[in-house]
């Protein structure tokens, strides 16, 4: 789909829908027939809520093949990005090809991100592509919103990529396609890309991230990926992990078949991590920032890892590995400390972690975590600017206990109760004092049901989350 700033009337644009945002106490638009909309309003048909359409076909006085007025619902709780997208997946649905959005003084940059989020759908497998899609999406704005559209566009496009790998099926999506695709982004993006194999972490003892790879035929990989700005205005070195099991049977401490398909969004938080890099590498910001990826898959044949089994880590702590389906910390915990060894000073990551944080906050707030508050706050700021919403979940001292190993340095789970908090602690034993901010999106990163604005399957959460905290660093 095009994008494109058109500094053109309403009455003017030749479009197949020209759509005006009104919000509920809004008076008729200029433009817009008063007692058509006094009308409308008193019908009960249109009256500005959220959600709300009203169309008109062959408008006399305008070019557009339909006038449509969009409900906004309350000016003050208007989420603009929501409101296109909607616009846009339902008015594609209708055959419209061409959209027009005046513009007002709305934010060019969230027009833009929903119209592209909005019109992106999960199709790459199907043979014939009965979801319709528009060709074009028309700001009509001024020049003044040319970079905020760009901007807009960078992050929805790099969102829609982190959105169709990890719509990638676990048989055609192995940790070594992953890293392929990995790598060709960073190509075709400018940045650099290192693959470790399994034999160079066999040399650098990351036998946490080794020992959940055991149980597959498919070798494990840790993709790096880095940015280097061209001038540094900060010593600071940004790092972002992200979870990678392409597909996670749970491994001996097998998962129920129930619902098992969808664990193939279990690299959610990588694929995230990955489209962020592809974001910053177009929006530049003056602060260096490293993704690394660990890349399993968590399976179960005749060499998996067992219950009881003890490993050594990267950082030389031993882990106990009571359950073999908590495996996310396991090779997280690997990354982290690599990350660590590659010069990042301040730290956060994703991961599709706990079925515990999905009870915790459901499907609306990724669960925030943090061993400081300053870290937390330009976390938390970045979210709030790109309306991606997150919850901070509590880390006291006394939830630590619950990762004690009579056995080794740590237990790998800490029993049924604040399931997502003791995993976050067993991430945090390996932040140490970095400053870090560990998201769990397991219960945001796929949407089970389509929303008016999005497509049902992967959401792309946290890429736009990652990317604003590079650029307003
Ligand atoms: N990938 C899962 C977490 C998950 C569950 C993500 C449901 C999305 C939806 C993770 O590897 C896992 O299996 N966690 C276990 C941990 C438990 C064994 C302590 C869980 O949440 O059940
Ligand atoms: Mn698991
Ligand atoms: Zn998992």
């Known amino acids: 789909m095009n994008v494109e700033i058109v500094s053109q009337t309403l009455g003017r644009v030749e479009t197949d829908a020209a759509c005006l945002l009104v919000c509920e106490e809004d008076g008729a638009p200029a433009d817009v027939n008063a007692a058509w909309l006094a009308e409308l309003k008193a019908s009960g048909e249109f009256t500005g809520k959220s959600g709300e359409l009203a169309i008109s076909h062959l408008p006399a006085g305008f070019a557009a093949k339909r006038l449509v007025l969009v409900g906004g619902g309350k000016r003050a709780s208007l989420d603009l990005r929501r409101v296109v997208g909607a616009t846009v997946r339902s008015l594609k649905a209708k055959g419209v090809k061409t959209l027009a959005w005046v513009l007002g003084d709305g934010d060019a940059a969230a027009a833009a991100e929903g119209a592209v989020l909005g019109n992106f759908e999960c199709d790459q497998h199907k043979s014939s592509k009965d979801s319709k899609s528009l060709d074009t999406f028309a700001l009509l704005a001024t020049e003044a919103a040319r970079d905020a559209v760009t901007r807009g566009v960078i992050l929805a496009e790099s969102q829609n990529f982190t959105r169709e790998l990890v719509n990638e099926p676990a048989n055609i999506l192995t940790p070594g396609v992953l890293a392929q695709r990995a790598q060709a982004m960073a190509a075709e993006s400018g940045l650099e890309c290192e693959i470790l ?17 055991m149980g597959s035929s498919e070798p494990p990989y840790l993709i790096i990926v880095r940015y280097t700005p061209a001038s540094a205005k900060s010593a600071d070195h940004l790092g972002l992990v992200g979870k990678g099991v392409t597909f996670d049977t749970g491994g001996v401490s097998i998962k129920p078949a129930e619902g098992m398909e969808k664990m193939k969004y279990d690299m959610a938080g990588g694929a995230a991590v990955l489209g962020a890099m ?18 399993v898959e968590n399976h ?86 790109e309306g991606e919403k997150m919850w901070q979940m509590p880390l006291d001292d ?40 560990h998201l769990d999106i397991a219960g945001t990163a796929w949407l089970d049901e389509a929303k008016p604005y999005m497509a049902k399957g992967p959401s792309g959460v946290a890429v736009r989350t990652f990317a604003r905290l590079a650029m307003d660093w």
């Open 197 to 213: 194999d399994q034999d160079r972490m066999k040399q650098l003892g990351m036998g946490s991230l080794l020992g959940v790879a």
């Open 278 to 295: 592809r974001a910053i590498a177009r929006l530049k910001p003056s602060i260096a920032v490293t993704a690394l990826v660990p890349a």
């Open 300 to 385: 179960i044949n005749g060499r998996a890892q067992r219950p009881g089994d003890i490993v050594t880590s990267f950082s030389g702590k031993t882990i106990e590995v009571l359950n073999t389906d908590a495996e996310g910390r396991l090779i997280l915990n690997d990354a982290i400390t690599y990350a660590q060894r590659l010069g990042c000073t301040h730290l956060v990551d994703a991961a599709t972690l706990t079925g515990a944080i999905v009870v915790a906050l459901g499907h609306v707030n990724i669960g925030a975590f943090t061993n400081n508050d300053a870290m937390m706050a330009r976390v938390s700021a970045a979210s709030k600017l």
């Open 398 to 437: 006394e939830y630590r206990e619950l990762l004690k190993s009579p056995f080794a340095d740590l237990a790998n789970i800490g029993g049924r109760w604040g399931g997502s908090i003791s995993a976050a602690w067993f991430l945090r034993e390996f932040a140490g004092e970095t400053p870090w901010v």
